[in-house]
């Protein structure tokens, strides 16, 4: 049988205009890839302590407005277990996060073997990040200490603020100007944050002019700051706000760890009040973050906690033995830490590498996967 010229040409073109649509297509595919997995500029790193699933529900339920969480759209959970017990505190929390170890209940930035650990804020600083640390406890508090300190014990405060003097950070606000000025060894460290280039502020967030030279200190309360029902008001956001807009005066890019500390505190008082005045204060704070990330697209916003406090429950009230499905009622397990896994949320360029379930150290190395950035050896 003759073959037909006109139908073989036309299904030579057809097979032609496939392929090339099929190679089109590659190609956008890998543009999306390529452009998925491209560096973020800036991390910004949010931890509630002691936010467990839970403490973020309130979040959904405690407030008028839709809460920041639902901006998010990669999740996952971690496991928190330290090396040394079942369950962790937050000086082996942060570490986790911090320098991507195992270690111990009470470690500041050291392995079980309390050998010091090179942290993300280190190793960021070292290859020309700016880097910041915002924190409503005292700065000296094992969340924030964990990224720049490293001691035996979280209780070493004094050495912790001294650490801190030298440590390779831009911008700091929070507690602590006792662990500063009124030092056992009599020692006046303000004038050392000083005499290292710090601008140093114990009355308010001013809002002079941020100077890219220089490195800012706000140290506003002698230990942690106030409970926002106390009257904290908004320093949380403020200086959340304040770090982001010096830190991204550098060129280079920055590492920024926003803790809102106090989540847990209210956690362990079984005061749930507390810890929904808190996490919505905290909610607020990831809102700025989220808009800085979503306005400069180069940005990874992770917000987790180091753990669970107070077994927090929100359960349907009981009535005479029955259920009374109208109302929530918030109630606690216990005044300590529990073993729940934590969610994990994340935003910007690398959120991808967050999704799944996996260990509270695999935080680090998902950092530096993020940044394409090489373990120190
Ligand atoms: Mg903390
Ligand atoms: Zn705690």
């Known amino acids: 049988m003759r073959t037909h010229p006109t139908k073989n040409k036309k299904l030579t073109c057809l097979i032609s205009l496939i392929v090339v649509l099929m190679l089109s297509a590659c ?19 949010m931890i509630g302590d002691g936010m467990g699933l839970t403490q973020v529900s309130t979040a959904f339920y405690y407030q008028d407005i839709p809460s920041n969480f639902n901006r998010f759209k990669y999740i996952g959970l971690h496991q928190n277990t330290p090396s040394s017990h079942k369950v962790t505190d937050s000086a082996s929390g942060a570490t986790a996060f911090s320098a991507g170890v195992k270690t111990y209940n009470g470690a500041i930035g050291v392995d079980q073997d309390t050998v010091a650990v090179p942290t993300i804020l280190e190793m960021m600083a070292n290859g020309g990040w700016s880097t910041g640390l915002v924190a409503t406890s005292s700065i000296v508090h094992a969340t924030p200490a964990s990224f720049y300190a490293h001691t035996a014990s979280r209780n070493s405060y004094e050495e912790i603020a001294r650490q801190l003097v030298y440590a390779p950070v831009n911008f700091f606000a929070g507690g602590g100007i006792q662990f500063f000025a009124e030092r056992s060894d009599n020692l006046n460290y303000i004038d050392s944050l000083e005499q ?3 601008e140093v502020d114990t009355t308010n967030l001013s809002t002079s002019r941020l100077d890219i030279t220089k490195k800012y200190a706000y140290l506003l309360a002698p230990d942690g700051m106030p409970k926002m029902q106390e009257g904290r008001g908004d320093f949380l956001p403020n200086a959340t706000q304040m770090a982001l807009k010096h830190l991204s005066q550098h060129e280079d890019g920055f590492f920024l760890m926003v803790e809102g500390s ?16 808190e996490t ?36 349907a009230a009981t009535i005479f033995g029955q259920g009374d499905y109208s109302k929530i009622i918030p109630s606690f397990s216990t005044g300590n830490h529990s073993a729940a896994l934590i969610p994990v949320f994340a935003y910007g360029p690398g959120a991808e590498h967050f999704m799944g379930i996996y260990q509270n150290h695999e935080i680090f190395d998902k950092m530096l996967q993020a940044l394409k950035m090489d373990a120190a050896p």
């Open 27 to 45: 190609s956008i595919n890998k543009d999306l890839t390529e452009s998925s997995i491209k560096p973020p500029k800036n991390i910004i790193l």
């Open 196 to 198: 290292e280039g710090f």
């Open 262 to 277: 106090q989540i847990d505190w209210g956690g362990h008082n079984n005061d749930a009040n507390y810890v929904i005045q």
């Open 280 to 315: 919505l204060d905290f909610d607020k704070t990831i809102g700025l973050a989220l808009d800085f990330a979503e306005k400069d697209q180069n940005t990874l916003v992770i917000v987790t906690a180091d753990h669970e406090t107070g077994g927090l429950s929100l359960s």
